[in-house]
């Protein structure tokens, strides 16, 4: 999901790991930003994380059942 969004021109995060874990930073510093702007980069956020899950989803069905192997 992070090489989705970290290829849209309209929004930038970075990422760490945090105890082992994969983490997506969203830092907002600019005096400027509003609440709109934060609506937005989340909704951005929720945007590319259902195109991740349906593009794993789609994955999964081509997967056959009972050996695993992606058909």
């Known amino acids: 999901m992070f090489g989705r969004?970290?290829?849209r021109r309209d929004?930038?995060?970075t990422q760490t790991s945090l105890n082992g874990i994969?983490?997506?930073r969203f830092?907002?510093?600019a005096t400027r930003?509003?609440?709109g702007h934060i609506q937005d980069a989340y909704n951005v956020i929720v945007?590319?994380?259902k195109a991740a899950l349906d593009?794993?989803?789609s994955g999964l069905?081509?997967?056959d059942q009972a050996s695993g192997v992606v058909v």
């Open 5 to 7: 969004l970290s290829a």
């Open 11 to 13: 929004i930038m995060l």
């Open 22 to 24: 994969f983490c997506i």
């Open 27 to 29: 830092a907002v510093g």
């Open 33 to 35: 930003t509003n609440e």
């Open 47 to 49: 945007e590319e994380a």
């Open 55 to 57: 593009a794993w989803d």
């Open 61 to 63: 069905e081509t997967c």
